[in-house]
């Protein structure tokens, strides 16, 4: 987005968050929790290594909703990425000694930083990953129909324009105008924002 003049204001379109933002980030949250109850629920119902490497993938799952409520129009490649290293951190991070120390006093801590480095935890951290960058990508990829699930409206843009301003923004300052159809455009006090 062009940066306005120095005392010129932001359109309002600018100025407000993105077209569902909040759902978005409401479903994230809403995510977030079912994967903490999953990993709860599996914790108490099963034992060995189904609990231990599905609380791994789990974990990264945690992180990668916790990734979106922060910021939903975050891309699934950028989310499973940031969770895929936080979670390999994490785990890396039990070669120091702290996170088993921490572990020690605290329920809390040994639940979320462990306290012992097990080089399989690896995989299934990316396994977790990859299913909630599946799951986030299902979920945002436009419908049949030309319907979209919970994709910004503001990604599509209008018939014959090649500019990816959004069709429907009544703020939007860009028009057809001048000699030739060239583009220009104007904010509401008549000054170029990209000048």
């Known amino acids: 987005m062009p940066v306005p003049r120095s005392g010129a204001r932001l359109p309002a379109a600018a100025r407000r968050p993105a077209p569902g933002a909040g759902r978005r980030r409401v479903l994230a949250l809403s995510a977030a929790l079912g994967t903490v109850a999953a990993a709860l629920v599996l914790r108490a119902v ?107 409206t503001h990604a599509r843009t209008r018939p014959g324009h090649d500019d990816a301003r959004p069709a429907h923004d009544p703020d939007n300052a860009w028009t057809t105008r001048g000699h030739g159809g060239a583009r220009t455009a104007a904010g509401r006090d008549g000054a170029r924002p990209d000048g």
Do not use: M
């Open 46 to 152: 099963v034992a060995g290594p189904v609990a231990k490497y599905g609380g791994d993938a789990l974990y990264t799952v945690l992180l990668y909703t916790l990734a979106v409520t922060a910021a939903p129009r975050i891309r699934p490649a950028t989310a499973a990425a940031l969770s895929l290293l936080a979670s390999w951190a994490v785990e890396f991070a039990q070669l120091t000694g702290v996170p088993a120390q921490l572990s020690a006093q605290s329920p809390l801590a040994r639940l979320v930083l462990g306290s012992t480095f097990n080089p399989p935890d690896l995989a299934w951290y990316a396994a977790g990953a990859a299913l909630a960058w599946a799951v986030h990508t299902a979920a945002t990829r436009p419908r049949p129909g030309g319907h979209e699930s919970i994709r910004p």
